[in-house]
């Protein structure tokens, strides 16, 4: 079974720091761009980031640059997203997501929720 | 705020059609033929239902069809059953600096 599973989630202190991780499975990892999108709860959905197939493009929304990072590991199917400095505003639902412009998001995760709260 | 504009709310009864639209800009909707749609049920991640403008995903019922017209691209779900009841959101690629375009999205009700 093609699948994505999020983990990582928590509560944080503004300014602080969560290291978010993605594992694939039932399909050829390598093979695809990555990404990270988020959503507030009753909200639309946002791309944050992504990764080409070998790490060589990464892309980032432009009120996380500086502030998250998107890593992969090819050998071990996992994606990953470092983000520090957190703010409020970034408190939300995160999905990796396999995909990109060509053919769409075309699978999610479940999602892990990231709350950042004083 | 989201980039691209939904209506809200659209409503059909079972066996109608519903058309959602997707306004952008000759930047995002009117420049590429990248637009995609996602169907999301309450509690659940997004699903992809349409890609570059009218493809559909294997699995996706023909029910489901995309166009896209100057700036603004539409979702149409025909012969409406329960299980459509969700909300869609767009998306279209924006260019190299803005990658990711989200619509605010639109919930459908069937009757």
């Known amino acids: 079974e093609v699948q994505l599973v999020e983990s990582g989630g928590g509560l944080v202190q503004p300014g602080g720091s969560l290291r978010l991780s993605c594992a694939a499975s039932?399909?050829?990892?390598?093979?695809?761009?990555m990404n990270w999108l988020r959503q507030i709860p009753g909200k639309g959905l946002e791309w944050v980031a992504n990764?080409?197939?070998?790490?060589?493009?990464?892309n980032y929304e432009d009120s996380v640059k500086g502030r998250f990072t998107i890593s992969r590991d090819n050998a071990k199917s996992s994606v990953f997203l470092q983000m520090s400095s957190l703010r409020a505003e970034d408190t939300a639902l995160y999905y990796c997501?396999?995909?990109?412009?060509?053919?769409?998001?075309?699978?999610w995760g479940q999602g892990t929720v990231v709350t950042v709260s004083s | 705020q989201s980039a691209l504009t939904q209506p809200p709310s659209a409503s059909g009864s079972p066996g109608q059609s519903v058309t959602i639209s997707c306004t952008g800009t000759?930047?995002?909707?009117?420049?590429?033929?990248?637009i995609s749609w996602y169907q999301q049920h309450p509690g659940k991640a997004p699903k992809l239902m349409i890609y570059?403008?009218?493809k559909r995903p294997s699995g996706v019922p023909d029910r489901f069809s995309g166009s896209k017209s100057g700036n603004t691209a539409s979702l149409t779900v025909s012969g409406l059953q329960a299980e459509d009841e969700a909300a869609y959101f767009c998306?279209?690629?924006?260019?190299?600096?803005?990658?990711?375009?989200f619509g605010s999205g639109t919930e459908v009700t069937v009757l």
């Open positions: 997501a396999r995909g990109g412009v060509l053919h769409g998001f075309d699978i």
């Open positions: 039932g399909f050829t990892f390598s093979y695809y761009w």
């Open positions: 990764m080409k197939q070998d790490g060589s493009e990464i």
């Open positions: 000759s930047s995002d909707v009117g420049g590429y033929n990248y």
């Open positions: 570059e403008v009218s």
């Open positions: 998306s279209s690629y924006g260019g190299r600096y803005n990658p990711y375009v």
